[in-house]
Each structure stands twice: as structure tokens, then as C-alpha cells.
């Protein structure tokens, strides 16, 4: 005799997810991460821990969870360590993220008034800033950190007094009431373009601080 299973009994319906549940969800994510930075080591250490993020990605999205944080503007505020990866802006662990900024893939500051201790601006965790900012730092590279941020947060003339924070995101920051139809169009440019623009004054400034120091 064969037995015939209704579907219902094998998947049944799935439930949303608890507030509970997605935090074990995100405890797992962020264990996995932090295991996988201690124990992969070698030349395909980075290509392996790539794969495994965007696994971790894929499970949080069957499973329900919130996607990582894409705002519509871009914050101001700078985050400690622990913030960052709590708050679920990046899948990686304290010690990847610092590694992240010694191979210039993300930057962090000092605290004004403080000689120890690294904050991170949050804009650079926003979608697409990850994935474009690395060459723009690499010309940086070398400056001290509070030029290095300002760089990116301050309007310049060469952007119609956009920085270069919101033309490499397109989005303005949040504290901007307004943005001209002008800005917009340059902000609604290819992602590609816009980092053309912003690499272009990343390399200007930089011969500029060589003639001062030269």
C-alpha cells in the first residue's frame, strides 16, 4: 500500500518570523561570521568568507529577516565597533571591520577631543557606497583620518555643492532640507559616472596636499 502525504504536512505553511527569532537569526549570522574570520585562513581566505556573507544574506531573506538597512538619505552619525555590526550594517566581526579599513574598504575616525578609540561614519555602509568606495580611498590612503572625512562630507563646487559622501551614494545626507533638480540629476547618474566624478576630485586633492607637502 503506498501512503500519500498531504503537502501541508511535509512544509506547512510558514509563520512570520518572532522578534525572538530574528534575533537568534542575527546572533547566528554574526557567529558565523566571527568563526569564519578566526578559523579561514590562506590565499583563498577573502574569496571563502565572500561566499559565506552572501549565503548568510540569502538565509536572512528566505528566513524573513530585514534586509541590511538601505535608508532613502544618508545618516550622519558615527558609530563604535559594536554599533556597526549590532545594528546589522555589515555581516562581518569587530576584527574584520578593522581589517576592512587597513585594506581601504571601509574608514574610521578619532573622536574629536580623544587620542584612542574609532568611530565610523555611517554613510559608507549604505547601498552602494560599499561597493564603490575602495579605489576613492586607496587615493586617500595616507592622509590623516579627519581629512580623510571631511573629504567626504564637505560640498565642493566641482559637485554643484554636493560632497562626495552623496555623489558616490546618490542620496543626499539627511540633514539637507532640499536638493536643486540640478543636484538631483547628478545624484541620478550611473553609479559608474559618479564615481568617475568623485575619483577625479579624490585625485585632485590629493596632487594638491603633494604640492603643500612637496
Given at each position: 500500500m503506498?501512503?500519500h502525504?498531504?503537502h501541508?504536512?511535509?512544509?506547512?505553511?510558514r509563520q512570520a518570523?518572532?522578534?525572538?527569532?530574528?534575533?537568534?537569526?542575527?546572533?547566528?549570522?554574526?557567529l558565523v561570521?566571527?568563526q569564519?574570520?578566526?578559523l579561514?585562513?590562506?590565499p583563498e581566505?577573502?574569496?571563502?568568507?565572500?561566499v559565506t556573507t552572501?549565503?548568510?544574506?540569502q538565509a536572512r531573506t528566505?528566513?524573513?529577516a530585514?534586509?541590511p538597512l538601505t535608508?532613502l538619505?544618508?545618516?550622519?552619525?558615527?558609530?563604535?565597533v559594536s554599533?556597526?555590526?549590532?545594528?546589522?550594517?555589515?555581516?562581518?566581526s569587530?576584527?574584520?571591520?578593522?581589517?576592512a579599513?587597513?585594506?581601504?574598504r571601509?574608514?574610521?575616525v578619532?573622536?574629536?577631543?580623544?587620542?584612542?578609540?574609532k568611530?565610523?561614519p555611517?554613510?559608507q555602509?549604505?547601498q552602494?557606497?560599499?561597493?564603490?568606495?575602495?579605489?576613492?580611498?586607496?587615493?586617500l590612503?595616507?592622509?590623516?583620518?579627519?581629512?580623510i572625512?571631511?573629504f567626504?562630507?564637505?560640498?565642493t563646487?566641482?559637485l554643484n555643492?554636493?560632497?562626495p559622501?552623496?555623489?558616490l551614494a546618490?542620496?543626499?545626507?539627511?540633514?539637507?532640507?532640499?536638493?536643486?533638480?540640478?543636484?538631483?540629476?547628478?545624484l541620478n547618474?550611473?553609479?559608474?559616472?559618479?564615481?568617475?566624478?568623485v575619483?577625479?576630485?579624490?585625485?585632485w586633492?590629493?596632487?594638491?596636499?603633494?604640492?603643500?607637502v612637496g
Amino acid at each position: 500500500m503506498t501512503v500519500h502525504l498531504h503537502h501541508d504536512t511535509l512544509a506547512p505553511d510558514r509563520q512570520a518570523l518572532t522578534d525572538s527569532d530574528l534575533r537568534v537569526v542575527e546572533q547566528f549570522s554574526q557567529l558565523v561570521a566571527a568563526q569564519l574570520d578566526i578559523l579561514v585562513q590562506g590565499p583563498e581566505r577573502q574569496r571563502l568568507i565572500d561566499v559565506t556573507t552572501r549565503a548568510l544574506h540569502q538565509a536572512r531573506t528566505l528566513l524573513g529577516a530585514p534586509p541590511p538597512l538601505t535608508p532613502l538619505q544618508l545618516p550622519v552619525s558615527k558609530l563604535k565597533v559594536s554599533e556597526v555590526i549590532g545594528q546589522g550594517w555589515v555581516e562581518l566581526s569587530q576584527a574584520s571591520l578593522y581589517r576592512a579599513v587597513e585594506s581601504l574598504r571601509f574608514y574610521c575616525v578619532t573622536p574629536k577631543g580623544r587620542s584612542i578609540g574609532k568611530e565610523f561614519p555611517a554613510w559608507q555602509f549604505v547601498q552602494p557606497v560599499p561597493e564603490l568606495i575602495a579605489p576613492v580611498l586607496a587615493i586617500l590612503a595616507g592622509q590623516p583620518s579627519s581629512e580623510i572625512h571631511a573629504f567626504w562630507i564637505s560640498s565642493t563646487d566641482e559637485l554643484n555643492e554636493l560632497s562626495p559622501a552623496e555623489m558616490l551614494a546618490g542620496k543626499s545626507f539627511e540633514t539637507r532640507s532640499a536638493v536643486h533638480p540640478s543636484q538631483q540629476a547628478l545624484l541620478n547618474q550611473p553609479a559608474n559616472e559618479r564615481l568617475r566624478k568623485v575619483l577625479a576630485l579624490a585625485k585632485w586633492q590629493h596632487r594638491g596636499m603633494a604640492d603643500i607637502v612637496g
